[in-house]
């Protein structure tokens, strides 16, 4: 994992990277189209891509320009 484009990070790495609590991960993961989905690997293993997160981030700041 250390090419930033394959770094995959789990629910809380990736709260802590939006610097968000893992309440509102859930959220926007539930209820925003716009938001990368959670990739499930098993039953209670989930995580994301970084690079997902960070085209999610740079989408949020181009629309509020």
């Not at 629910?11 to 209820?31: F, K, P, V």
């Not at 925003?32 to 293993?45: A, E, S, V, Y």
Request: net charge positive.
């Amino acid at each position: 994992m250390s090419n930033s484009n394959t770094e995959h990070l789990r629910l809380r790495q990736a709260a802590d990277y939006l610097n968000i609590s893992t309440t509102t991960l859930w959220r926007l993961g539930e209820r925003d189209p716009n938001f990368p989905r959670k990739i499930r690997i098993g039953q209670r293993l989930c995580f994301y891509r970084k690079s997902d997160l960070d085209e999610w981030l740079h989408s949020q700041e181009s629309a509020g320009s």
